[in-house]
């Protein structure tokens, strides 16, 4: 079993900056990708981000290409996403997954998720 909390959510201006971190315990020693993905009001959950958990692989939609990156700590079994140059149009709840398999966009892939963390961007 796998756990992940997320934290760092909260409210920002469009142009501001935030930075999403996700801790996992358990078994993190099955983790080999995870993943940042969002859901905003009346839309399915959304791919953003995702990274092998080595550190060996990164992809990025294209919506968030340039303005955010993943980055992950092996050995403190973390993942975090700095986010910049922020848009009303980010504003979701986003969420951490952690995958036994590869990197994919698709959200019913991911075998763990966290509980997610709300980030509000105003014009």
């Known amino acids: 079993q796998v756990q992940l909390v997320e934290s760092g959510g909260g409210l920002v201006q469009a142009g501001g900056s935030l930075r999403l971190s996700c801790a996992a315990s358990?078994?993190?020693?099955?983790?080999?990708?995870m993943g940042w993905f969002r859901q905003a009001p009346g839309t399915e959950r959304e791919f953003v981000a995702g990274?092998?958990?080595?550190?060996?692989?990164?992809s990025y939609s294209d919506s968030v290409k340039g303005r955010f990156t993943i980055s992950s700590d092996y050995a403190k079994n973390t993942v975090t996403l700095q986010m910049n140059s922020l848009k009303p149009e980010d504003t979701a709840v986003y969420y951490c997954?952690?995958?036994?398999?590869?990197?994919?966009?698709?959200?019913?892939?991911?075998?763990?998720w966290g509980q997610g963390t709300q980030v509000t961007v105003s014009s």
């Open positions: 358990g078994r993190t020693f099955s983790i080999y990708a």
């Open positions: 997954a952690a995958n036994r398999g590869r990197i994919t966009s698709d959200h019913r892939q991911y075998d763990y």
């Open positions: 990274i092998i958990w080595s550190g060996s692989g990164i």
